[in-house]
């Protein structure tokens, strides 16, 4: 739960879209760290699940 309250893409701080003249870059900016914090986040929930599995099945 750390990672995805720990880290937090902050699109607020950012020019309203009729000032930006480049929204690939935009775009750039904001998907490279969401999708690395998804990434961690996915990793972390099927770690999770694999030991509910695991304490499930040592029972």
């Known amino acids: 739960m750390a990672a995805p309250a720990g880290v937090r893409v902050d699109l607020g701080s950012r020019r309203a879209v009729d000032e930006i ?11 490279t760290p969401w999708v690395r914090w998804n990434l961690v986040r996915t990793a972390s929930s099927v770690a999770a699940f694999a030991c509910l599995i695991g304490a499930l099945l040592a029972r």
């Not at 003249?21 to 998907?31: N, P, Q, T």
């Open 21 to 31: 003249d480049d929204l690939a870059g935009v775009r750039r900016w904001f998907e």
